[in-house]
């Protein structure tokens, strides 16, 4: 981390911008507490055994608490799925992904797309399913959380395959990154797919493994990543808002350098990145 970065987020304190503070729902002031769904996804999220999250989402949730002056609290849900499904029942407020902004999704929820990714496909140095590039993946056994962006770019790269005649990956769905990387360590599957920034995570972090990266030719693209709000809720304003003050200063780049994911950071946030085309 160069000289001048900002401090990370956990360990210091930024000031409250107290009309952000005012503009939140009542039922968030009132509570003191925003509530983040969170599935195990490293390095976005690692949750230890005594239920301790650390990672990417834990320092931006610190950040966001102290410009907001209220608590942050993440609860481990299984997946996506899941998440959503608890935001729209009022279990949780926000969760923040790495999930694709879509336009089908922002009927439902709003969207603060803070990074973007391109897809990443991990396995042990000593695989012996022949994988140098991503479309040596052709027939294999991919596991991906299901719902997912990857779950997505695999299906693109599915297309692929099969317009050159070669067999599609078969898809193995499971309910985080951790399972991804259970089923390729227990030959379940011959490959873990998930974003450039957790495989980089897993290899820097774990050893023993590659990867290989989906490439535009086989249908990738470089997705939007965002964190999602219930629209009914009201606070996907005041969490954009949020971002804007996180990015001017410094927050944002010092969280993103520290993560090493310079490469897939943003200029700016932006609201609602699908439908806004």
């Not at 160069?2 to 503070?21: E, I, R």
């Not at 879509?102 to 797309?113: G, N, S």
């Not at 991990?122 to 479309?135: D, H, K, M, N, Y």
């Not at 939007?224 to 780049?253: C, I, M």
Request: glycine fraction near 10%; hydrophobic fraction near 40%; include cysteine.
């Amino acid at each position: 981390m160069g000289a001048g970065s900002p401090p990370l987020a956990t360990g210091t304190n930024l000031a409250v911008v107290q009309s952000l503070h005012d503009a939140l729902p009542q039922a968030v002031k009132d509570a003191g507490v925003l509530r983040f769904a969170g599935d195990s996804h490293p390095p976005y999220r690692t949750v230890a055994a005594d239920g301790t999250v650390t990672g990417i989402d834990a320092d931006f949730q610190a950040a966001i608490g102290q410009v907001l002056g209220v608590k942050t609290q993440t609860v481990v849900v299984a997946g996506l799925p899941a998440a959503l499904q608890g935001m729209l029942s009022g279990r949780y407020d926000a969760f923040n992904g790495p999930v694709k902004a879509t336009a089908e999704r922002e009927r439902q929820f709003d969207t603060i797309t803070w990074m973007t990714t391109r897809t990443a496909y991990l396995f042990p140095v000593e695989s012996t399913a022949g994988i140098t590039r991503a479309e040596d993946l052709c027939g294999k056994r991919v596991a991906v959380v299901t719902a997912s962006v990857v779950e997505d770019q695999l299906n693109k790269l599915s297309r692929f395959c099969t317009e050159n005649k070669r067999p599609a990956p078969r898809t193995v769905g499971v309910d985080d990154t951790d399972a991804t990387l259970l089923a390729t360590r227990s030959g379940r599957a011959d490959a873990a797919g998930m974003t450039e920034a957790a495989a980089i995570d897993v290899t820097q972090r774990q050893g023993g493994t590659k990867y290989v990266t989906q490439t535009e030719a086989q249908g990738a693209t470089k997705d939007n990543l965002a964190l999602y709000v219930p629209k009914a809720s009201k606070l996907g304003p005041v969490l954009q808002a949020v971002f804007e003050e996180l990015f001017r200063d410094g927050t944002y780049v010092g969280i993103m350098s520290r993560w090493g994911l310079n490469q897939v950071s943003v200029p700016a946030p932006v609201f609602d990145a699908a439908t806004r085309g």
